[in-house]
Each structure stands twice: as C-alpha cells, then as structure tokens.
C-alpha cells in the first residue's frame, strides 16, 4: 500500500540556518503532495503542496520540489527562524483511492535556537 | 470564516465507556475526514464521508468505531466499550470535495482511556 517515509527526529537549528527535511513515498497512482506543519497547541495547517511531477509548492520561505524519478519531495528553508519551530508532517493523496484522504509521515519535530 | 470546529477538546473517560466525538466542518464543504494521531502509529485515516455517505471506512480500526454524518454537515465519530488504547488526539478535517482540494484541520478532541 501507499507510505511516506520522513526524517526522524527531532531537529534542532541555530537561527538563520538552512534546513532540510526528508520525505520519500511510495504510492501505486499518481500522487498528491503536501506537507502540514503543526505549531505548538494548534491544528495541522497546509504548508505547501504539489500535485504533479517537477511541480514546486512554496509557502513563508519553505519550498519542496515533487521528485517523480527519486519519489521524493524534501522540504527546504533557506535560513529558519525561532517561529518555524513546529512539528512538520508529509503528506500524500493517491487518486486511486477514490477520494482524498491523506498518508502522512511520521512527523518531524524541528526546534530552532535563537 | 469559521473553521472546522471540535468537541469537547478534551475527553477523559474511563475503560469500557462509550464516547461520542463531535466535528463541524466548514460551511459548505462536502468532504470530511476523520483521522487518529497517536503515539504509537502517528496520524492515520479513519473514515471519510461525501455528503452523508461514507463511501471509505477502511481506516476504522475495529467494529467498536462507528461515524456518521447528517445534513452533509455535522459529524460524530462514536467508540463503544472503549479499551485504553484507543487514547489518541482525533482530528477531523474537511474540505470542498473536489479533486486537489485543500483539507482542513480542526484543533482536535485529545481522548484518555483509564
């Protein structure tokens, strides 16, 4: 069946350096993919997502680059910050399931240092 | 607008219990999720409805779990005889129910089985 398959935590960064988060999937159609973020004591909220091939999603200085060849998609920041310390989650959806519903990762918990 | 909306937030009962969990999705949206994170196996797809179908119920871990939906609005994820692991944060999610459509969160109702 479909999985994600992200990098295990925790991380933690000094302020202002470069990230990079993990994430492989396997899947039997042609997926969906995102990754969700969860701040301390709230929801999950949708970071970026990308639905096709060499598609790029890029939201608050995050980017991820949907990797057909490797079945990858790394989420990258060029330079974090204290606020970016979160839990992060990838995701897929696979349209040969027939709805929507979400494969997460395993999640990865990122501090940042000042 | 308002977002998807969870209760109680919080639900401490004990081992043999029924519980009822209750979600409101957005105004609007067709598609609702409910998933289960734990500790033990993260965030998992429990059941997914279309309107007031449940066309996926694939998730649901045992016949204890049942859900449903009326009015194509409200949601209530039911667990009878709840046994202590079934503990899990319960999210809810929905979304407008079209292909590559954005899920959102609710906060979650966190569930401790004693």
């Known amino acids: 069946g479909d999985s994600v398959t992200q990098m295990e935590g925790p991380v933690t960064l000094s302020e202002e350096a470069f990230l990079t988060i993990n994430c492989t999937y396997t899947?039997?159609?042609?997926?969906?993919l995102f990754w969700y973020v969860q701040y301390p004591g709230e929801g999950l909220q949708l970071l970026l997502k990308?639905?096709?091939?060499?598609d790029k999603g890029s939201n608050k200085g995050f980017e991820a680059t949907y990797r057909k060849e490797t079945t990858s998609f790394h989420l990258e920041k060029g330079s974090v910050q204290v606020s970016d310390s979160a839990v992060y989650f990838c995701?897929?959806?696979?349209?040969?399931?027939?709805?929507?519903?979400?494969?997460f990762g395993t999640g990865t918990r990122l501090t940042i240092i000042p | 607008g308002a977002g998807v909306s969870q209760s109680p937030s919080n639900k401490v009962t004990e081992k043999g219990k029924d519980v009822e969990l209750r979600c409101d999705p957005i105004?609007?949206?067709?598609?609702l999720y409910w998933y289960r994170q734990s500790l033990g196996q993260g965030l998992e797809f429990l059941i997914y409805?279309?309107?007031?179908?449940?066309?996926?119920k694939s998730g649901l871990p045992s016949d204890r779990f049942s859900a449903e939906r009326t009015g194509g609005s409200v949601s209530t994820l039911t667990i009878q005889r709840t046994q202590q692991e079934d503990s899990a944060v319960y999210l809810c999610?929905?979304?407008?129910?079209?292909?590559?459509?954005?899920?959102?969160f609710g906060a979650g109702t966190r569930l401790s089985v004693l």
């Open positions: 990308a639905t096709k091939a060499d």
């Open positions: 999610a929905s979304s407008l129910g079209l292909a590559q459509n954005i899920q959102y």
């Open positions: 409805f279309q309107g007031n179908s449940a066309p996926d």
């Open positions: 105004s609007g949206h067709t598609a």
């Open positions: 995701a897929l959806s696979d349209p040969d399931f027939g709805n929507e519903k979400l494969t």
């Open positions: 899947a039997t159609g042609y997926p969906s």
